[in-house]
Protein backbone atom coordinates (compact mmCIF):
# COMPACT_ATOMS: atom_id res chain seq x y z
CA UNK A 1 0.00 0.00 0.00
CA UNK A 2 1.74 3.05 -1.16
CA UNK A 3 0.77 6.65 0.93
CA UNK A 4 -0.27 9.40 -0.43
CA UNK A 5 1.37 11.96 0.87
CA UNK A 6 4.85 12.83 0.14
CA UNK A 7 7.63 11.51 3.01
CA UNK A 8 8.65 13.78 5.61
CA UNK A 9 12.02 15.14 4.72
CA UNK A 10 14.57 15.45 7.07
CA UNK A 11 14.70 19.28 6.69
CA UNK A 12 12.42 21.73 7.08
CA UNK A 13 12.60 24.43 4.32
CA UNK A 14 11.18 27.94 4.96
CA UNK A 15 9.90 30.91 2.88
CA UNK A 16 13.28 32.02 2.75
CA UNK A 17 15.40 29.24 2.27
CA UNK A 18 16.49 27.91 5.27
CA UNK A 19 16.91 24.71 5.99
CA UNK A 20 16.53 23.34 9.35
CA UNK A 21 17.01 19.80 10.19
CA UNK A 22 14.01 18.35 12.53
CA UNK A 23 16.21 16.74 14.70
CA UNK A 24 17.93 20.14 15.07
CA UNK A 25 16.82 21.87 18.65
CA UNK A 26 15.89 25.87 18.40
CA UNK A 27 14.96 26.81 21.85
CA UNK A 28 13.32 30.28 21.99
CA UNK A 29 12.81 30.65 18.11
CA UNK A 30 10.85 33.78 18.40
CA UNK A 31 14.44 35.00 19.46
CA UNK A 32 16.30 33.58 16.46
CA UNK A 33 17.08 35.45 13.12
CA UNK A 34 17.78 33.55 9.91
CA UNK A 35 19.00 36.04 7.12
CA UNK A 36 18.17 32.68 4.71
CA UNK A 37 19.53 30.20 2.63
CA UNK A 38 20.94 28.90 5.82
CA UNK A 39 21.81 25.34 6.60
CA UNK A 40 20.79 23.91 10.54
CA UNK A 41 22.28 20.32 10.80
CA UNK A 42 21.11 17.99 13.04
CA UNK A 43 21.75 17.86 16.70
CA UNK A 44 22.47 21.34 16.68
CA UNK A 45 21.13 23.39 19.41
CA UNK A 46 20.98 27.11 19.53
CA UNK A 47 19.88 28.81 22.60
CA UNK A 48 17.75 31.80 21.54
CA UNK A 49 16.06 31.46 25.42
CA UNK A 50 19.02 33.50 26.63
CA UNK A 51 18.02 36.77 25.64
CA UNK A 52 18.59 40.04 27.89
CA UNK A 53 16.91 40.65 30.87
CA UNK A 54 17.94 44.16 31.38
CA UNK A 55 16.75 46.44 29.03
CA UNK A 56 19.13 49.68 28.23
CA UNK A 57 17.75 52.47 30.73
CA UNK A 58 16.78 54.94 27.02
CA UNK A 59 14.37 52.22 25.99
CA UNK A 60 12.90 51.61 29.43
CA UNK A 61 12.16 55.45 29.39
CA UNK A 62 10.72 55.82 25.74
CA UNK A 63 8.67 52.98 26.06
CA UNK A 64 9.99 51.11 22.47
CA UNK A 65 9.61 47.17 22.32
CA UNK A 66 12.58 45.76 23.71
CA UNK A 67 15.12 44.07 21.15
CA UNK A 68 15.07 40.31 22.38
CA UNK A 69 16.98 38.70 19.73
CA UNK A 70 19.43 36.53 21.23
CA UNK A 71 21.37 35.19 18.33
CA UNK A 72 21.40 36.62 14.62
CA UNK A 73 22.87 34.51 11.33
CA UNK A 74 22.91 36.07 7.95
CA UNK A 75 22.68 34.33 4.60
CA UNK A 76 24.41 31.22 3.03
CA UNK A 77 25.56 30.13 7.21
CA UNK A 78 26.06 26.21 7.24
CA UNK A 79 25.75 25.15 11.14
CA UNK A 80 26.98 21.22 11.22
CA UNK A 81 25.74 18.40 13.25
CA UNK A 82 26.36 18.90 16.96
CA UNK A 83 27.31 22.42 17.18
CA UNK A 84 26.10 24.67 19.27
CA UNK A 85 25.31 28.42 19.29
CA UNK A 86 24.93 30.31 22.53
CA UNK A 87 24.48 34.30 23.39
CA UNK A 88 27.28 35.67 25.89
CA UNK A 89 26.05 36.60 29.22
CA UNK A 90 27.78 38.98 31.52
CA UNK A 91 27.40 40.58 34.70
CA UNK A 92 25.71 44.26 33.67
CA UNK A 93 24.06 46.77 36.54
CA UNK A 94 24.51 44.26 39.23
CA UNK A 95 22.84 41.64 37.25
CA UNK A 96 23.02 38.68 35.03
CA UNK A 97 22.40 39.11 31.04
CA UNK A 98 22.76 38.03 28.16
CA UNK A 99 23.70 39.99 25.14
CA UNK A 100 23.08 39.10 21.20
CA UNK A 101 25.32 36.60 19.22
CA UNK A 102 25.86 38.08 15.87
CA UNK A 103 26.92 35.83 12.78
CA UNK A 104 27.61 37.54 9.34
CA UNK A 105 26.86 35.64 5.31
CA UNK A 106 28.72 32.40 4.71
CA UNK A 107 29.74 31.53 7.97
CA UNK A 108 30.22 27.87 8.46
CA UNK A 109 30.45 26.38 11.72
CA UNK A 110 32.16 23.09 12.17
CA UNK A 111 30.73 19.16 13.98
CA UNK A 112 30.67 19.48 17.70
CA UNK A 113 31.83 23.39 18.32
CA UNK A 114 30.69 25.42 20.59
CA UNK A 115 30.07 29.43 19.72
CA UNK A 116 29.55 32.06 22.41
CA UNK A 117 30.80 35.54 20.55
CA UNK A 118 29.29 38.22 20.58
CA UNK A 119 30.29 38.46 16.71
CA UNK A 120 31.36 36.65 13.78
CA UNK A 121 31.85 38.54 10.73
CA UNK A 122 31.17 37.44 7.32
CA UNK A 123 32.86 34.59 5.23
CA UNK A 124 34.62 32.99 8.07
CA UNK A 125 35.06 29.27 8.71
CA UNK A 126 34.97 27.52 11.87
CA UNK A 127 36.64 23.73 12.20
CA UNK A 128 35.46 20.90 14.15
CA UNK A 129 35.83 21.18 18.01
CA UNK A 130 36.33 24.47 18.15
CA UNK A 131 35.46 26.54 21.40
CA UNK A 132 35.16 29.92 21.06
CA UNK A 133 34.72 32.21 24.18
CA UNK A 134 32.41 34.96 25.66
CA UNK A 135 32.51 38.28 23.61
CA UNK A 136 35.03 36.86 21.76
CA UNK A 137 34.76 39.13 17.80
CA UNK A 138 35.67 37.21 14.69
CA UNK A 139 35.90 39.52 12.28
CA UNK A 140 35.58 38.83 7.93
CA UNK A 141 37.92 36.66 6.23
CA UNK A 142 38.83 34.52 9.34
CA UNK A 143 40.10 30.67 9.19
CA UNK A 144 39.61 29.00 12.86
CA UNK A 145 41.16 25.36 12.82
CA UNK A 146 40.05 22.34 14.18
CA UNK A 147 40.42 21.85 17.87
CA UNK A 148 41.05 25.82 18.13
CA UNK A 149 39.81 26.98 21.97
CA UNK A 150 39.33 30.94 21.19
CA UNK A 151 39.88 32.48 24.89
CA UNK A 152 36.93 34.92 25.90
CA UNK A 153 36.94 38.64 24.88
CA UNK A 154 39.59 37.98 21.86
CA UNK A 155 39.63 39.95 19.17
CA UNK A 156 40.87 38.23 16.00
CA UNK A 157 41.49 40.65 12.80
CA UNK A 158 40.38 39.56 9.22
CA UNK A 159 42.19 37.69 7.05
CA UNK A 160 43.70 35.50 10.15
CA UNK A 161 43.67 31.79 10.22
CA UNK A 162 44.22 31.04 14.02
CA UNK A 163 44.67 27.20 16.17
CA UNK A 164 45.69 26.45 19.12
CA UNK A 165 44.72 26.27 22.91
CA UNK A 166 44.49 28.94 23.51
CA UNK A 167 44.35 30.56 20.06
CA UNK A 168 47.08 32.33 18.35
CA UNK A 169 47.23 33.91 14.64
CA UNK A 170 49.27 31.19 12.83
CA UNK A 171 48.90 32.49 9.05
CA UNK A 172 46.58 34.87 6.86
CA UNK A 173 44.37 34.00 4.41
CA UNK A 174 46.23 34.32 0.76
CA UNK A 175 45.19 37.00 -1.48
CA UNK A 176 42.54 35.40 -3.82
CA UNK A 177 41.26 32.84 -1.51
CA UNK A 178 38.32 34.25 -0.33
CA UNK A 179 36.26 31.95 -3.05
CA UNK A 180 37.04 29.32 -0.36
CA UNK A 181 34.67 31.19 2.18
CA UNK A 182 31.11 30.85 -0.48
CA UNK A 183 28.59 28.15 0.99
CA UNK A 184 26.11 28.89 -1.98
CA UNK A 185 27.45 25.39 -3.35
CA UNK A 186 27.30 23.66 -0.23
CA UNK A 187 23.92 25.29 0.76
CA UNK A 188 22.65 22.98 -2.84
CA UNK A 189 24.00 19.98 -1.24
CA UNK A 190 21.58 19.98 1.55
CA UNK A 191 17.79 19.25 2.48
CA UNK A 192 14.99 17.19 1.13
CA UNK A 193 16.43 17.36 -2.35
CA UNK A 194 20.20 17.87 -2.14
CA UNK A 195 22.76 18.60 -5.70
CA UNK A 196 25.79 16.71 -6.04
CA UNK A 197 28.51 19.24 -5.77
CA UNK A 198 29.82 20.66 -9.06
CA UNK A 199 32.98 19.12 -9.90
Do not use: W
Request: proline content about 9%; aromatic content about 6%.
Amino acid sequence: MSSRRPPRGEYIETDTGNKVARKATLVGTQNIILGGKTVIQPDVMIRGDLVRTIQPASQSATGAAPNNTAVSIGRYCFLSRGCCLRPPGRLYKGAFTYMPLRIGDHVFVGPASVVQAASIGSHVHIGAKVAIGEFAIVKDYVRILDGTVVPPHMVIPSFSIVAGQPARLIGEVPEGGHEAFELRDLYRTVGNNPQPTPV
